[in-house]
C-alpha cells in the first residue's frame, strides 16, 4: 500500500517558523486532504488538524495546515521547546479503500 | 471527556492469538467510525482496520498486512471495538492503539502493547 511522503526531518530554530510537507497523490491528499498528527516520544499521538484543515478546540494558532494539489503541508509559527516531536500525515485512500500514514517528520527546534 | 481505554496486550508466541479490546466513553460511540493503528518500537504509524458504523452496515477495512489474519468488529452496546489477532507474527510486535475517526483520528487512546515472541 502506497504511503504518504514526509521528509524525515526538519530543525529549526526557537521562535522561527517550520513548514512541514506530505504528499501523497490524487485518490488521497488531492482528493480527500490530509490530517496532521504530533506525538510526544512515550505518548500517544495527538490531533493538530483534521481533513479540512479544522484545529480541534485547545490547538494552538500557531499550527496552520494546507494543502496545494496533491502535497499537504503544516506551518508552525513560533517555533517552542515543547514543538520538538514527530509529526505525521494521514488521510484515507479513496481507490485502495484504506488509511494511509506518512513516514513522520521529527522536528527538532535549536 | 472523550476516553478510549484499550486492554489485552501480552506476550504471545508465534502463531498464536490474542483479542484486543477498546473502551470508549464521552461520546455518542455508535455514530462514529474507528480505527486500530499500531506502531512498532521506534517505528512510525501504521494504520491496521477501520469500521464503520451502523449506518454503514458496520463494514471493514483492513491493511494488506493483517488481512484474512485480523479482524475488527464491534459492539455498540458495550460502546466497545475489537481486534481479533491470529496467526501472529514477529513483525505484529507493537502498541496497538484504537483512534475514532472524525475526518482524521481525532481521539486516541493510550495503546496496548503486543509482543509476539518465543
Known amino acids: 500500500q502506497a504511503g504518504l511522503t514526509q521528509p524525515p526531518s526538519v530543525s529549526k530554530g526557537l521562535r522561527q517558523t517550520a513548514t512541514l510537507t506530505c504528499t501523497g497523490n490524487?485518490?488521497?491528499?488531492?482528493?480527500?486532504?490530509a490530517a496532521w498528527l504530533q506525538q510526544h516520544q512515550g505518548h500517544p499521538p495527538k490531533l493538530l488538524s483534521s481533513?479540512?484543515?479544522n484545529r480541534p478546540s485547545g490547538i494552538s494558532e500557531r499550527f496552520s495546515a494546507s494543502r496545494s494539489g496533491n502535497t499537504a503541508s503544516l506551518t508552525i509559527t513560533g517555533l517552542q521547546p515543547e514543538d520538538e516531536a514527530d509529526y505525521f500525515c494521514?488521510?484515507?485512500?479513496?481507490?485502495?479503500?484504506?488509511?494511509?500514514f506518512g513516514g513522520g517528520t521529527k522536528l527538532t527546534v535549536l | 471527556e472523550v476516553q478510549l481505554v484499550e486492554s489485552g496486550g501480552g506476550l504471545v508466541q508465534p502463531g498464536g492469538s490474542l483479542r484486543l479490546s477498546c473502551a470508549a466513553s464521552?461520546?455518542?460511540?455508535?455514530?462514529?467510525?474507528m480505527d486500530w493503528v499500531r506502531q512498532a518500537p521506534g517505528k512510525g504509524l501504521e494504520w491496521v482496520a477501520h469500521?464503520?458504523?451502523?449506518?454503514?452496515?458496520?463494514?471493514?477495512e483492513y491493511a494488506a498486512s493483517v488481512k484474512g489474519r485480523f479482524t475488527i468488529s464491534r459492539d455498540d452496546s458495550k460502546d466497545s471495538i475489537y481486534l481479533q489477532m491470529n496467526s501472529l507474527k514477529a513483525e505484529d510486535t507493537a502498541v496497538y492503539y484504537c483512534a475514532r475517526d472524525t475526518y482524521g483520528n481525532d481521539y486516541w487512546g493510550q495503546g496496548t502493547l503486543v509482543t509476539v515472541s518465543s
Open positions: 490524487s485518490n488521497n491528499v488531492g482528493n480527500l486532504g
Open positions: 469500521i464503520r458504523n451502523k449506518a454503514k452496515s458496520y463494514s471493514t
Open positions: 464521552g461520546f455518542t460511540f455508535s455514530d462514529h467510525y
Open positions: 481533513r479540512k484543515n
Open positions: 494521514s488521510t484515507w485512500d479513496s481507490s485502495l479503500s484504506v488509511r494511509v
